[in-house]
């Protein structure tokens, strides 16, 4: 039975394609604002990579921020519904799920059989996501994969005063004219989100094994960060922002083609009170 | 942001003003306040309790120089030197960077003194919109400081988050509350609070070809209900007044009003011999700390450190 897969997230698409448990192809894509449209392309690319059409698939499961405007799909599930399936898949120890995209960060306990037992998510703000650090190496002018690997250098530990990835930037301008290493910034800004993806992380508990995923999962400073805040080695699969469209492939071929998720949402506090 | 872009839409006017009707020489008590905030920089000179003059400029990497620039921009053309003033108080969040000052109070009760002065006694509620922060403060008919709620963490509701937007949709910040109003009907609010993802969100209205008035209606709307949430946790009072450079743009003021189902004050001098004078909701933080310098020395609570 051939089944497929499609995570379209808030920036990027990513599709999966399972021929008995078996992947015959993978595909991404950046989808901009036309998202419909590129979910279809980046679809139909990754069957013709497969010598597929899409009569050819049994069932196809979308799944992502925009899993909606994938119009040829024959379901939709949360984030959280798919990516507990494709880590169970790899990695049947899983206990915790850390998936942080470009416009959120989520914390999934994860049962033996691949289900959800308790959801976290921060998605309203910014500061808990991958744009945070995207706006960060943007101040920086480097790459995020530079960012990443100039982190890994830096043994000091800087406090980033702004929560905010808006405030940041000029933080982060001002760092630079302060004439801190860019490598001290970059862990900073590694160190911030790090606790921030915790704090998270923590209202699930955080059972090992934790399987990060997610786009940030490839950002070795991000994980060097994490790792310590949480005091814990986490598994991080080889490619990371393809879990979700695995989960949602596997999810076809179980038939599951909606799921119901409840989940906490996290919320940065941003107000102090005070008295005369 | 880069320094020196061709176009600046966040570049607000910069303001000046001398009163008229005061001859310093013939004043016994000269102060100062001087607010630096994020953003904006004032100074105000205030001789007898009285307001004589004040500057208003953008603040620059330079919190002292920013300060100077701002009480320079005050004294102005006029003949009044700084080694005349009896007092100066810093304020704002660059208060410990002001050289001239003698001391420091927090900008929140400066901004509730000031407020005081400019609006009256009857003032309980300042809502002041800063650069990088927005504060909502509960005062008496003193403009003493009962209790306040800021948000200090979050760009979205601040100057900050209006600037951004201007320069994202490339529209002067002067020009938003004005265009907020040439719509046919006021549209759903921008959705998302963080500013970061509303500038997704804009970008893909104006992909989609959504009227660029309406987008700007849509985004003050946004803000308007972002600092309703914060007045509703703090209790709004009237009579309820805004400061700093939001309360200049009515395309947030006027729906906020609608949203809090409470009218702001009229931005007018409560002092009726101030009618002629020029208003500007920016300079209460540094009119407060002015004011606050006038009481100390009057009340000997301060040494004056004028030296000619």
Request: net charge negative; charged share 25%.
């Amino acid at each position: 039975m051939i089944v497929a897969g499609i995570d379209l997230g808030g920036k990027n698409a990513h599709v999966v394609v399972l021929k008995d448990d078996e992947i015959l192809a993978k595909g991404e894509a950046t989808t901009g604002i036309q998202k419909a449209a590129a979910a279809e392309t980046v679809y139909d690319e990754t069957l013709k990579k497969a010598g597929l059409e899409r009569t050819d698939v049994e069932r196809m499961v979308a799944t992502g921020s925009a899993g909606k405007r994938a119009a040829f799909a024959d379901g939709v599930i949360p984030d959280a519904a798919a990516d507990v399936r494709g880590v169970n898949r790899l990695f049947p120890s899983a206990r915790t799920v850390i998936d942080v995209g470009a416009e959120e960060g989520r914390a999934i306990k994860v049962s033996p059989e691949g289900r959800v037992l308790d959801f976290a998510i921060n998605e309203k703000c910014a500061a808990g996501a991958g744009t945070f650090v995207e706006a960060m190496a943007r101040a920086l002018e480097i790459s995020v994969e530079e960012m990443a690997t100039i982190s890994l250098k830096s043994t000091k530990s800087i406090p980033m005063n702004a929560q905010c990835a808006v405030f940041g930037e000029s933080e982060v301008v001002s760092l630079i004219h302060q004439k801190v290493a860019k490598q001290d910034i970059a862990k900073a800004v590694h160190d911030a989100i790090a606790g921030r993806i915790a704090s998270v992380g923590r209202i699930v508990g955080l059972e090992q094994d934790v399987v990060v995923i997610g786009g940030m999962a490839n950002n070795k400073g991000f994980i060097d960060a994490l790792t310590k805040e949480i005091q814990i080695d986490v598994i991080v699969p080889a490619d990371p922002a393809f879990i979700g469209a695995l989960g949602a492939a596997v999810a076809a071929a179980s038939g599951v083609l909606d799921e119901k998720v409840e989940a906490t949402v996290v919320e940065q506090e941003t107000v102090t009170e005070g008295e005369a | 942001m880069s320094e020196g872009a061709t176009n600046e839409y966040w570049r607000w006017p910069e303001s000046t003003w001398t009163n008229p009707d005061i001859d310093w020489k013939k004043g016994t008590l000269i102060t100062a306040g001087v607010d630096v905030g994020s953003v904006s920089s004032q100074g105000v000179v205030v001789v007898d309790g009285e307001l004589y003059s004040f500057g208003n400029t953008r603040t620059g990497y330079d919190s002292p120089d920013s300060a100077r620039k701002s009480l320079t921009m005050a004294l102005g053309k006029t003949d009044l030197t700084l080694d005349r003033i009896d007092y100066c108080i810093g304020t704002g969040y660059g208060r410990v960077n002001v050289p001239m000052a003698q001391r420091t109070i927090t900008e929140i009760a400066c901004h509730a003194r000031g407020a005081n002065f400019m609006y009256g006694p009857e003032v309980r509620t300042v809502m002041d919109m800063g650069g990088q922060d927005c504060k909502a403060i509960n005062c008496d008919e003193k403009g003493k400081v009962l209790n306040f709620m800021m948000n200090d963490k979050c760009a979205a509701g601040t100057g900050r988050g209006m600037e951004v937007f201007a320069d994202l949709i490339e529209v002067p910040v002067w020009e938003i509350g004005p265009r907020s109003f040439q719509i046919e009907k006021e549209p759903p609010m921008i959705s998302s609070t963080c500013v970061v993802f509303a500038k997704s969100e804009v970008v893909g209205l104006l992909e989609e070809g959504v009227p660029e008035n309406d987008i700007i209606a849509a985004y003050c709307a946004a803000m308007a209900h972002r600092i309703m949430e914060l007045l509703n946790r703090l209790g709004v009072h009237e009579k309820f007044v805004i400061t700093g450079g939001i309360a200049k743009n009515e395309g947030v003021v006027k729906r906020l009003e609608k949203e809090l189902r409470i009218k702001t004050a009229e931005t007018v001098w409560y002092r009726p011999e101030y009618k002629a004078y020029p208003f500007d909701t920016q300079i209460a933080g540094a009119l407060g700390a002015a004011l606050f310098a006038e009481a100390m020395v009057r009340k000997g609570k301060a040494q004056s450190v004028r030296k000619a």
